[in-house]
Nanobody, 119 residues
Framework: QVQVAESGGGLVQAGGSLRLSCVAS????????MAWYRQAPGKQRELVAT???????NYADSVKGRFTISRANGDNTMYLQMNSLKPEDTAVYYC?????????????WGQGTQVTVSS
């Protein structure tokens, strides 16, 4: 079992920055990949960025060049550095972890943290 919890959301003006954190606990050594998703009001949840256990990263086109995903502290903490924020980045941001020593791999979600970007 793995638990993940996000923090760091808030209200920021357009052009500003925020750093989100996601702390994992439980069977940390079983974590394979982690990711950030977001869901804006009235829209489907969408992928923002992913990071593998080896450190490979992937970003949605809408955030490339502005957001940076990283892992630290023995890989139990994941960050999302968000720069040059836009009003359209306003959403609830969720982290998840894909974990498991054997198949099937399970996906664990946090409760989300609100990010609001004012124009």
């Amino acid at each position: 079992q793995v638990q993940v919890a996000e923090s760091g959301g808030g209200l920021v003006q357009a052009g500003g920055s925020l750093r989100l954190s996601c702390v994992a606990s439980g069977s940390i050594s079983s974590i394979r990949a982690m990711a950030w998703y977001r869901q804006a009001p009235g829209k489907q949840r969408e992928l923002v960025a992913t990071i593998s256990s080896g450190g490979s990263t992937n970003y949605a086109d809408s955030v490339k060049g502005r957001f940076t995903i990283s892992r630290a502290n023995g890989d139990n903490t994941m960050y999302l550095q968000m720069n040059s924020l836009k009003p359209e980045d306003t959403a609830v941001y969720y982290c998840n972890a894909d974990a498991g020593y054997y198949s099937p791999i399970r996906r664990y979600w946090g409760q989300g943290t609100q990010v609001t970007v004012s124009s």
